[in-house]
């Protein structure tokens, strides 16, 4: 038997393992595999998680309930102590997503299509950005220097975006809830700064830019760490005229913002009601009163 019959019969026996654990649409067919086989399920979809694998469970109506209610892993059943391939195969699926998320960069076509600048922090690249976080809560000179040219200085909002730990929550949602926000905001009469992207931020960021525009209020749409449920889950931080050093309770959070969670056009609506009581109460954090 040479590699290609070998691979063959490999392939075949893994596309039946598959067919055997409702992960093929089609039937099974011997006729090997072409390579341009597009009947696979998407294993990190909503339709695939929801099925119940647990056999003959005591009480089916409530662990049905229990599936629709949340996106963690229930009824996902055992193969003796083990997972399932079906639950193993989803797991590892997940797994990569997440990765995938911290990892790979934002959408540069996506960022042009919003009209967003990009600048860095003083991380310089990923493997920096996750291992050394005091660097990307700096900016470096030059950034420091782009925005004092290209932002609007003492604006009401300053409103930027940054990939945090999901480049993947910037390119999944940002085109829905930043048109929200900022229309909705002008639609109130608040005075909005420049938006522009931060690579390689993270949460702190926020401050040396409050203080270099002179923004009452300052938003950062921000990827949060990826889980095994959503590795497009992003969040809004807020602070009224933030300063560096300031204690973390001073920022309002509104998170798990994506399409299974808070929807982006919603999470956008919801932002402009609360940045307007940030306004008119002077304040953020605990001591906003929602």
């Given at each position: 038997?040479?590699?290609?019959?070998?691979?063959?019969?490999?392939?075949?026996?893994?596309?039946?393992?598959?067919?055997?654990?409702?992960?093929?649409?089609?039937?099974?067919?011997?006729?090997?595999?072409?390579?341009?086989?597009?009947?696979?399920?998407?294993?990190?979809?909503?339709?695939?998680?929801?099925?119940?694998?647990?056999?003959?469970?005591?009480?089916?109506?409530?662990?049905?309930?229990?599936?629709?209610?949340?996106?963690?892993?229930?009824?996902?059943?055992?193969?003796?102590?083990?997972?399932?391939?079906?639950?193993?195969?989803?797991?590892?699926?997940?797994?990569?997503?997440?990765?995938?998320?911290?990892?790979?960069?934002?959408?540069?076509?996506?960022?042009?299509?919003?009209?967003?600048?990009?600048?860095?922090?003083?991380?310089?690249?990923?493997?920096?950005?996750?291992?050394?976080?005091?660097?990307?809560?700096?900016?470096?000179?030059?950034?420091?220097?782009?925005?004092?040219?290209?932002?609007?200085?003492?604006?009401?909002?300053?409103?930027?975006?940054?990939?945090?730990?999901?480049?993947?929550?910037?390119?999944?949602?940002?085109?829905?809830?930043?048109?929200?926000?900022?229309?909705?905001?002008?639609?109130?009469?608040?005075?909005?700064?420049?938006?522009?992207?931060?690579?390689?931020?993270?949460?702190?960021?926020?401050?040396?830019?409050?203080?270099?525009?002179?923004?009452?209020?300052?938003?950062?749409?921000?990827?949060?760490?990826?889980?095994?449920?959503?590795?497009?889950?992003?969040?809004?931080?807020?602070?009224?005229?933030?300063?560096?050093?300031?204690?973390?309770?001073?920022?309002?959070?509104?998170?798990?913002?994506?399409?299974?969670?808070?929807?982006?056009?919603?999470?956008?609506?919801?932002?402009v009601e609360i940045i307007e009581k940030m306004l008119?109460?002077?304040?953020?954090?605990?001591?906003?009163?929602?």
């Open positions: 038997m040479d590699n290609r019959q070998l691979v063959d019969l490999i392939t075949k026996e893994v596309m039946k393992v598959l067919r055997e654990n409702g992960l093929l649409d089609e039937p099974y067919s011997d006729g090997g595999w072409s390579g341009t086989d597009t009947s696979l399920l998407d294993l990190t979809s909503k339709e695939y998680k929801d099925t119940i694998q647990v056999t003959d469970p005591e009480n089916q109506l409530a662990i049905n309930a229990m599936r629709r209610s949340t996106t963690a892993r229930v009824g996902i059943g055992r193969a003796g102590a083990r997972l399932t391939t079906k639950a193993m195969l989803s797991l590892r699926a997940d797994h990569a997503m997440a990765k995938d998320a911290v990892l790979k960069a934002a959408d540069e076509n996506i960022l042009r299509e919003m009209n967003l600048p990009v600048i860095q922090s003083q991380a310089r690249e990923i493997n920096e950005h996750l291992t050394r976080p005091d660097l990307g809560r700096k900016l470096p000179p030059e950034s420091v220097d782009f925005i004092k040219k290209n932002c609007k200085m003492n604006p009401q909002v300053q409103i930027y975006v940054s990939d945090g730990l999901s480049n993947s929550a910037i390119d999944e949602n940002i085109r829905e809830i930043l048109p929200a926000l900022m229309d909705g905001l002008k639609h109130r009469g608040i005075d909005t700064g420049t938006p522009f992207f931060v690579r390689f931020g993270r949460v702190p960021t926020m401050d040396v830019i409050s203080e270099i525009t002179g923004a009452e209020v300052t938003v950062v749409l921000l990827g949060e760490r990826p889980g095994l449920a959503a590795a497009d889950s992003m969040s809004a931080y807020m602070a009224y005229k933030a300063t560096v050093g300031m204690p973390e309770s001073r920022r309002t959070v509104v998170s798990n913002i994506h399409k299974n969670g808070i929807q982006p056009v919603e999470a956008g609506a919801y932002l008119q109460t002077k304040s953020s954090g605990v001591d906003l009163v929602l």
